[in-house]
């Protein structure tokens, strides 16, 4: 079945056709169009949109590359995604990356060959990105973590200071009687991120830093647990913990409870994401809340903004905000 064919079914041209299935249909009548569409169902016709994207140089397909698909932050995201991008008629292809360089790389290439119309992407935490993408040549949004776009003009991002959100996080477990406070997060440590948050916190609480109260690892539980154990053996006076992410700070508590550690008595914790399971912790996780469903959604309108009406890609900052619970 061709669009040839549903043109002569319907008795139309295949224009009209063309521009029912392509939704440019507001010149076109309710009845011609339900008769079209009728014709379109009983034949089970669907538009193949390589073959339409070879003729039109569009496909109505955007791409999401995420880092990891198993971290309860990212899904968010592309629900954000996924919401504003089927409102305005496009689909969505979802690549995991597992945080590797290579694969990112890879995913790259394969949304170009599927000629999607842009990406939405997430970094991994290796390496620079500007050989990455230095050869992207289809417009492009960094959502959430900085990558180096070598000056890039065809690229936007949509981002929390995370490295902002961090640094209050320190100083309310400060301000809530801590002393020695540690950090654990990932070794990604870009000078937007938490690493830099945290010193910063220090340097402005007239707090020591000290190497020994930090552990970088991942954005993962097994970070958060493996964490926690190896600095209370290095300093067991640690009384509070700043974490890179909610799943961190899970691997904390859980850490805590085992070594028989009160929580917030002994030792408060604070997260960063608001992720759904941060209020069903036990305690209950504090956190510095990111606008998780708003950062898909913004990062998708821009995209699609500027494939639709040639807005110009952009930057933009989304606020974080405190969630008291019962961790600090």
Same mark, same amino acid.
């Given at each position: ?61 955007? %791409?999401? #590359?995420?880092?990891?698909?198993? /971290?309860?932050?990212?899904? !968010? ?7 504003? *991008? @089927?409102?305005?008629?496009? %689909?969505? #292809?979802?690549?995991?990356?597992? /945080?590797?360089?290579?694969? !990112? ?7 170009? *060959? @599927? ?37 890039k003009k065809n690229i936007g991002r949509v981002y929390v ?168």
């Amino acid at each position: 079945m061709t669009i040839k064919d549903i043109a002569k079914q319907a008795g139309v041209s295949v224009t009209t056709v063309s521009k029912i299935l392509n939704g440019r249909d507001e010149n076109i009548s309710d009845a011609t169009r339900a008769r079209v569409k009728q014709v379109v169902q009983e034949n089970n016709y669907i538009t193949n949109a390589v073959a339409r994207g070879l003729k039109t140089k569009k496909t109505n397909i955007i %791409g999401f #590359i995420l880092p990891d698909i198993v /971290n309860p932050y990212f899904p !968010e995201i592309a629900r954000g995604i996924e919401d504003v *991008a @089927r409102d305005a008629g496009f %689909g969505v #292809i979802y690549c995991n990356t597992d /945080n590797d360089l290579k694969r !990112e790389r890879e995913y790259l290439e394969f949304l170009k *060959a @599927r000629m999607v119309d842009g990406i939405i992407y997430t970094r991994t935490l290796q390496g620079s990105q500007a050989q990455t993408l230095k050869d992207v040549d289809i417009p492009l949004v960094i959502v959430d973590r900085f990558a180096d776009t070598g000056g890039k003009k065809n690229i936007g991002r949509v981002y929390v200071d995370v490295a902002h959100a961090i640094y209050e996080s320190t100083c309310k477990l400060a301000a809530a009687g801590c002393k020695n406070i540690a950090l654990i997060s990932s070794a990604y440590n870009d000078k937007t991120d938490r690493y830099f948050g945290y010193v910063q916190a220090l340097e402005d609480l007239g707090i020591p830093f000290r190497e020994e109260a930090v552990y970088l690892h991942a954005f993962d539980l097994e970070t958060g647990y493996a964490g926690m154990q190896d600095l209370l053996q290095r300093d067991n006076a640690i009384d509070g913990v700043v974490c890179g992410n909610d799943l961190i700070a899970i691997g904390v508590l859980d850490a805590l409870r085992k070594l028989a550690v009160k929580v917030p008595q002994q030792i408060k914790v604070m997260g960063l994401d608001d992720i759904y399971m941060a209020n069903f912790t036990n305690p209950r996780l504090s956190t510095m809340a990111q606008p998780m469903l708003e950062l898909g959604r913004v990062a998708a309108m821009m995209l699609i903004d500027h494939l639709l009406k040639g807005e110009p890609l952009y930057e933009k900052v989304l606020a974080h905000r405190f969630v008291a619970r019962e961790s600090l």
